[in-house]
Structure formats: structure tokens, C-alpha cells
């Protein structure tokens, strides 16, 4: 089997997975799947990914869990049992000894832990700039919010066009403008269904200093450290990244994602209803490793 036939098989083997994350899943059912023997199966997927199936398997579902105690008001033992654990208990011990923290606090804390997130894996991916730390001071942007519900764990899928049709209209309504263009984005547990997460946006623009505003809704970003990562890409492919920059770039050694709202600042001159070209925002803390037991 050549290299690009390894990819393709990885990448579909990949693909087939994360949509049964949710479903029962062990070593015998993929192996299946996959066409080999579980032997060739689990060389092939070490040799490509660098870890084993189970392993993959299990640090995605411990991530997927992650964001459902942050995003639903699922119970516990509802999200063991989505994610293939028999108990709550077993959920609870693997998820802390994945996160070093129980699932419950991990819900309730102030900061959401993303170090030990886990990505989708990819085999082969294109030069892409890295993400970057940076400070940046309070903004007041101001103009029009919406608010909608979605479904857990069908963000791309489920209401995609609903994002994708406010940054078109955005765009439009902006159009030749050569301000900062902003959306703000906050994903918060629905009140009213426990599966579900609330999505709050908002579009407009910087308020300049001195400048007053009519508009009755404004938004403040508060000062602070931020990831910053560049977006340059058609309006429907925004909720999809958005979940592989949590996902990927997110999970790094003492980063945290602290309260706040995300936003996608766009440069509007460059921007059209079919591309879009600017920086996405994500509010974090950086903890240095405490070193204190090294110290002789």
C-alpha cells in the first residue's frame, strides 16, 4: 500500500469514527469497518497517527464529553453513557485522570481547561499560520445581536445556515466599508432544553472614541491575553472552524479558555459575501507549569 493509498484510508477510517463517537465502538467493530485484520488495522493507524485506535477513540470521547458539561445541562450519567462508559463511575475516573479534574468541577469552573483537548486527526494538511498569543485592550463594539439554539454536537451541521446567512447579510449591509468589522460569539448551556446550547452573536462596529452611538445594543470586550488566529475562508466554513480551533488549537500546555465572548474581527474592504479575510479571537490564560517540586 502506498503513501497516498495510507492516507486516504486513514482519513476515511478517521471520518468514520468521529461520526460514531456517540455509538458503540471497540476494536472488533472498526477493524470491520476498515477492511483488514485488526493486527494490519492497528499497525497501519500507529504507524499513521501515532497512536492507537483505542487511545484516538477514547481522548476524543473524553473531549467531546468536555464541551457537552460545559455546553448542555446534560447529567453525568447521561454524557458517560453517550461517550461508551458503562457507569459514571468509570466516566468519572477516566475523565479525571484525562483532565485532573472530575467531571463536575470541571463544569462549574471558572476556566475552561482546554490543555488536554484532543483534535480530529488529520494526515496531511496545508501551510497554515500558527496561532498567536496576544494582548489587546478593551473594545466597545456596537450594533445588532441574535440569539439561537442548537443541538449538541451538531453545530456545523444542524444550524450552519444560520451563521453563514448573519455573516453574508453583515457583509452586504457593510459593503465598501473600510472599518474593522466585528462578530462576537458566546456558546452558553440552554435554559429551557438540556441537549442544547444557546449561540449569541452579535455584528457591528468599533465605537471610536467620542463617537456616540443610536444604536440601542453595544457589546464590551474586556482587555486581556487572546489566541489569535487568522481566518480566510467562505462564510460556511466559519462554524467548522471555529471547532477545530478549540479542538486543536486550544489544547496546549497551561492554556485556558477564561470567561468571555469570541470574536471574528473582518477586514470589511477585503471581505465579500462568498470570502471572508480577518483574525478570530478567543480569550485565554496562560499558567506557567508550576516547577515547585523540581526545585532541590
Known amino acids: 500500500m ?8 486513514i482519513e476515511d477510517l478517521i471520518a468514520w469514527i468521529e ?11 472498526i477493524a470491520q469497518k476498515s477492511g483488514y485484520s485488526k493486527w494490519h488495522m492497528q499497525r497501519l493507524f500507529k504507524e499513521m497517527t501515532g497512536q492507537t485506535v483505542a487511545a484516538y477513540a477514547r481522548k476524543r470521547r473524553l473531549t ?6 460545559r455546553l448542555t445541562r446534560l447529567s453525568l450519567i447521561d454524557i458517560a453513557i453517550r461517550y461508551g462508559f458503562d457507569t459514571q463511575q468509570n466516566f468519572t475516573r477516566a475523565f479525571r485522570n484525562h483532565f485532573a479534574l472530575t467531571p463536575h468541577a470541571y463544569r462549574y469552573a471558572s476556566e ?5 483537548f484532543h483534535s480530529r486527526f488529520t494526515p496531511a494538511r496545508q501551510a497554515e499560520k500558527q496561532p498567536e498569543l496576544i494582548t ?3 473594545r466597545v463594539i456596537y450594533g445588532e445581536s441574535q440569539q439561537y439554539q442548537c443541538l449538541y454536537g451538531d453545530f456545523v451541521e444542524d444550524k450552519q445556515q444560520i451563521l453563514t446567512q448573519y455573516l453574508h447579510d453583515f457583509i452586504r449591509d457593510n459593503k465598501g466599508s473600510r472599518e474593522q468589522g466585528y462578530i462576537t460569539l458566546q456558546f452558553t448551556p440552554c435554559a429551557q432544553r438540556r441537549e442544547y446550547h444557546t449561540v449569541s452573536l452579535m455584528c457591528g462596529l468599533e465605537q471610536r472614541e467620542g463617537e456616540y452611538s443610536l444604536q440601542a445594543q453595544r457589546d464590551i470586550l474586556p482587555g486581556g491575553l487572546w489566541l489569535k488566529i487568522a481566518f480566510q475562508d467562505r462564510p460556511r466554513n466559519f462554524s467548522a472552524f471555529i471547532i477545530e480551533t478549540y479542538y486543536r488549537h486550544l489544547a496546549q500546555p497551561g492554556l485556558s479558555r477564561r470567561p468571555g465572548q469570541d470574536f471574528l474581527s473582518l477586514d470589511l474592504a477585503r471581505c465579500t459575501a462568498e470570502w471572508l479575510e480577518g483574525y478570530f ?7 506557567l ?7 532541590s
Open 136 to 138: 489587546l485592550p478593551e
Open 19 to 29: 461520526d460514531n463517537l456517540t455509538e458503540a465502538l471497540n476494536i472488533d467493530i
Open 289 to 295: 507549569p508550576n516547577t515547585a517540586s523540581l526545585a
Open 64 to 69: 467531546k464529553s468536555a464541551m457537552a458539561l
Open 112 to 116: 475552561l481547561n482546554t490543555s488536554a
Open 281 to 287: 479571537f478567543i480569550p485565554v490564560n496562560f499558567h
Open 2 to 9: 502506498g503513501e497516498t493509498q495510507k492516507t486516504q484510508y
